[in-house]
């Protein structure tokens, strides 16, 4: 059984800082591509960055400089250092993998960016 756990969100000014730990179980990680996601109030989910299981990385538009994404095949883990946060960056995050063409998802951590 696939399982994600999200963890780290929180609430932070503009300009701060964030790191964000997804904990993956249920597959062979290390062959796996990771994603994270988010979703603002009122708005669809969004691809933020992902990572293949060559460590290759790709960032959405609006936060490639900012955030980094990584992964750990020791701890199954994959995080998102988010740095120079904005309040457009208030969002549910999600982390997500596919395995035989299904998609799968955490539970989610809410971060929010306000003074």
């Known amino acids: 059984q696939v399982r994600l756990v999200e963890s780290g969100g929180g609430l932070v000014q503009p300009g701060g800082s964030l790191r964000l730990s997804c904990a993956a179980s249920g597959i062979n990680f290390r062959l796996h591509a990771m994603a994270w996601y988010r979703q603002a109030p009122g708005k669809q989910r969004e691809l933020v960055a992902n990572?293949?299981?060559?460590?290759?990385?790709n960032y959405a538009n609006s936060v490639r400089g900012r955030f980094t994404i990584s992964r750990d095949n020791v701890w199954n883990r994959i995080y998102l250092q988010m740095n120079s946060l904005k309040p457009d960056d208030t969002a549910v995050y999600y982390c997500?993998?596919?395995?035989?063409?299904?998609?799968?998802w955490g539970q989610g951590t809410r971060v929010t960016v306000s003074s």
């Open positions: 997500s993998t596919t395995r035989q063409g299904l998609a799968y």
């Open positions: 990572i293949t299981s060559n460590s290759n990385t």
